[in-house]
């Protein structure tokens, strides 16, 4: 699709128009009370051929209320809560813990969502998917983050074989969706390997990974490591062949 972007408004009827674009394929949508709150349509324009787009608003839920707490119902201020839809154009919206540990958004565009939560000093935690109704609010979500636990690690390499800048280790394949946990439920992380062949994965919640040492994009080798709430454990060694 054609770089940059324009913007027009609507008049009394609802009716806009852009002009002079390059010709070429594009994405339309409008923004209501600063969300995207239509459709998003794929138009082709060229000089012979204006395009037509039609845009609906879309319904929205009202209000989304939750709190996050740790295991043992202690409330976590502070923490971050991201929501991503799911589907359509995975727009991402982002709200923050009071000191009771709760959150609330408003007017959040219809649809299914994941929910993540974090904390300095406590896991990254996947709450979960949602669906938020259309004028139907959400009420009384509940998040436990666990304390952090972090895996630290080694990359070693043949005799005299420098570290690729390139490489990294996660605890999901290269394809995965970020937004989602890596394998068994666990947290989605990753770290870049320093030059010494070092690396460090932090706010991980307790379980069993599988850590995927990824060089340009290729799976060059992979351990597993448990570790449980709030420790630090040491990896067995990933190889770069």
């Known amino acids: 699709m054609p770089t940059g972007a324009g913007s027009a408004f609507t ?61 043992e119902g202690a409330p976590i201020a502070n923490a971050k809560i991201s929501l991503v839809m799911a589907e359509g154009w995975n727009a991402e919206f982002e709200a923050q813990t009071d000191a009771d540990g709760k959150f609330e958004l408003h007017n959040m565009p219809a649809g299914v969502y994941y929910i993540v939560a974090e904390a300095r000093d406590w896991a990254k935690v996947f709450a979960g998917k949602f669906n938020f109704e259309p004028n139907k609010g959400l009420d009384e979500i509940r998040i436990f983050l666990p304390k952090a636990a972090t895996i630290v690690g080694r990359v070693t390499t043949p005799q005299g074989k420098p570290i690729s800048p390139y490489a990294f280790v996660q605890t999901t394949p290269p394809d995965a969706d970020r937004h989602l946990p890596a394998e068994g439920g666990g947290t989605n992380a990753w770290a870049r390997v320093k030059w010494d062949g070092s690396y460090k994965l932090t706010n991980l919640a307790p379980g069993t990974y599988t850590l995927h040492l990824i060089v340009d994009g290729e799976v060059v080798d992979k351990v597993k490591v448990t570790v449980k709430e709030g420790e630090t454990v040491e990896a067995p060694p990933l190889r770069l062949k």
Request: glycine fraction near 6%; aromatic fraction near 10%; avoid cysteine.
């Open 11 to 71: 008049d009394e009827k609802g009716r806009f128009t852009f002009r002079d674009l390059a010709s070429g394929k594009y994405r339309v949508f409008a923004i209501v009370g600063n969300l995207i709150r239509t459709n998003v349509a794929v138009v082709e324009v060229s000089a012979e051929k204006p395009a037509f787009a039609e845009l609906r608003i879309q319904p929205v839920t009202p209000f989304v209320r939750g709190q996050v707490v740790s295991t």
